[in-house]
């Protein structure tokens, strides 16, 4: 099982991004996905979390309004939308999998749970 984030991109502030993480042999509607991102000197940050059946999504306040995390079944996609974008969001965007049944807030406060990690996509947001 793997996932595969694409969709990254150089924007301008103010602008909109659509990430997508595409899933290989795990189906989204029984796993729980986070949106995470790191920039340079900077710590691992949880943008967002969606429980495995949907019922449960956390948003970090960093993110909160402006960013949206979506689950495409027939394509096997989650989506990360992000609006209103800043410089400080500059960062390697990650996507994160785990077949597990706890809380959107448990997963992205405890990132270690999701066993299953994409490489990355870069986004960068220019001033």
């Known amino acids: 099982a793997q996932v595969l984030e694409s969709g990254g991109g150089l924007v301008q502030a103010g602008g909109s991004l659509t990430l997508s993480c595409s899933a290989s042999?795990?189906?989204?509607?029984?796993?729980?996905f986070g949106w995470f991102r790191q920039a340079p000197g900077r710590e691992r940050e949880a943008l967002g979390c969606?429980?495995?059946?949907?019922?449960?999504?956390y948003y970090a306040d960093s993110v909160e309004g402006r960013f949206t995390i979506s689950r495409d079944y027939t394509n096997n996609t989650i989506y990360l939308q992000m609006n209103s974008l800043k410089p400080h969001d500059t960062a390697m965007y990650y996507c994160?999998?785990?077949?597990?049944?706890?809380?959107?807030?448990?997963?992205?406060?405890?990132?270690?749970?999701?066993?299953?990690w994409g490489q990355g996509t870069q986004v960068t947001v220019s001033s």
């Open positions: 042999k795990l189906p989204v509607g029984s796993y729980a």
């Open positions: 969606i429980n495995w059946n949907g019922a449960s999504t």
């Open positions: 994160a999998a785990d077949r597990g049944f706890t809380s959107a807030d448990f997963y992205c406060h405890k990132p270690s749970a999701f066993r299953v």
